[in-house]
T-cell receptor
Framework: SQQGEEDPQALSIQEGENATMNCSYKTSINNLQWYRQNSGRGLVHLILIRSNEREKHSGRLRVTLDTSKKSSSLLITASRAADTASYFCATAPASDYKLSFGAGTTVTVRA | NAGVTQTPKFQVLKTGQSMTLQCAQDMNHNSMYWYRQDPGMGLRLIYYSASEGTTDKGEVPNGYNVSRLNKREFSLRLESAAPSQTSVYFC????????????FGDGTRLSIL
């Protein structure tokens, strides 16, 4: 069964707006990762946050992690048309060998 | 920078046929993975290889076999394809444990008629 669940399933925003998506998971983790998938392509790693971290930034991306609530959020600021993609959270257990993916959030950025 | 290369990109099979999906990585990674992606379900792990010479079952291994041929190559075999195996298959690789991301190929789109 999948560990992570993203919310919302789909999101449509205007170019320049911010996009926020959330991920909830069920069991304790070593780290949580966010990936992007453009249509017809493989997944591309965006950012990794470890269980002892609360917030992390990378360019226009901001990720938070709340281990007490078993949840994470991904914020994309000042969105662009090129940000149109599906976004997946993935959790790594203590052993850190395997990832468990959620079903993803599909983001559409309108010009 | 090739990264992770999957072949073929597309394939159509008839029920009962066999097929091997190939995956190769040039990043000297120890761990390699096979996933399937179905609409609305995200990625599900089929098999993985933590290091050369080892393979382990993932979440959905039934109907599949794998071979870690060497450090670079990890193949996935369907012995007798079924329509339920119609999916997009992704291979990934990763460096040593300790919070490393996985690197994905562009997938093989497989249809079983």
């Amino acid at each position: 069964s999948q560990q992570g669940e993203e919310d919302p399933q789909a999101l449509s925003i205007q170019e320049g707006e911010n996009a926020t998506m959330n991920c909830s998971y069920k069991t304790s983790i070593n780290n949580l990762q966010w990936y992007r998938q453009n249509s017809g392509r493989g997944l591309v790693h965006l950012i990794l946050i470890r269980s002892n971290e609360r917030e992390k930034h990378s360019g226009r991306l901001r990720v938070t992690l709340d281990t007490s609530k078993k949840s994470s959020s991904l914020l994309i600021t000042a969105s662009r048309a090129a940000d149109t993609a599906s976004y997946f959270c993935a959790t790594a257990p203590a052993s850190d060998y395997k990832l468990s993916f959620g079903a993803g959030t599909t983001v559409t950025v309108r010009a | 920078n090739a990264g992770v290369t999957q072949t073929p990109k597309f394939q159509v099979l008839k029920t009962g046929q066999s097929m091997t999906l190939q995956c190769a990585q040039d990043m000297n990674h120890n761990s390699m993975y096979w996933y399937r992606q179905d609409p609305g379900m995200g990625l599900r792990l089929i098999y993985y290889s933590a290091s050369e010479g080892t393979t382990d079952k993932g979440e959905v291994p039934n109907g599949y076999n794998v071979s870690r041929l060497n450090k670079r190559e990890f193949s996935l075999r369907l012995e007798s394809a079924a329509p339920s195996q119609t999916s997009v298959y992704f291979c990934a690789s990763r460096g040593p444990p300790g919070g490393q991301p996985q690197h994905f190929g562009d997938g093989t789109r497989l249809s079983i008629l």
